[in-house]
């Protein structure tokens, strides 16, 4: 059975940082690419972060400079850190496996 489990969501006041992680099981983990959504209130989800399967990533403008995808294979898990957060990053973050599925989301939401 396929499971994406991210954590690591929270409160966090501007200029703060957010590590998030994405626990995947029951499938390949190194063999797909993964990615970091993020979904805000009344818009659409949008891509953050994505690491192919040699490493390779790709950032959103929004996040360049601010946001690092990572992910351990040996851990099986994808991660997202945050600095420098901003009141317009609020949102539910949701981890992607290409071609396998979704998590279930965790909420950041950046205020003072």
């Known amino acids: 059975q396929v499971q994406l489990v991210e954590s690591g969501g929270g409160l966090v006041q501007p200029g703060g940082s957010l590590r998030l992680s994405c626990a995947a099981s029951?499938?390949?983990?190194?063999?797909?690419?993964m990615s970091w959504y993020r979904q805000a209130p009344g818009k659409e989800r949008e891509l953050v972060a994505t690491m192919d399967r040699i490493g390779s990533t790709n950032y959103a403008d929004s996040v360049k400079g601010r946001f690092t995808i990572s992910r351990s294979n040996f851990k099986n898990t994808v991660y997202l850190q945050m600095n420098s957060l901003k009141p317009e990053d609020t949102a539910v973050y949701f981890c992607?496996?290409?071609?396998?599925?979704w998590g279930q989301g965790t909420q950041v939401t950046v205020s003072s």
């Open positions: 029951g499938f390949s983990f190194s063999s797909y690419a």
């Open positions: 992607k496996a290409h071609g396998i599925g």
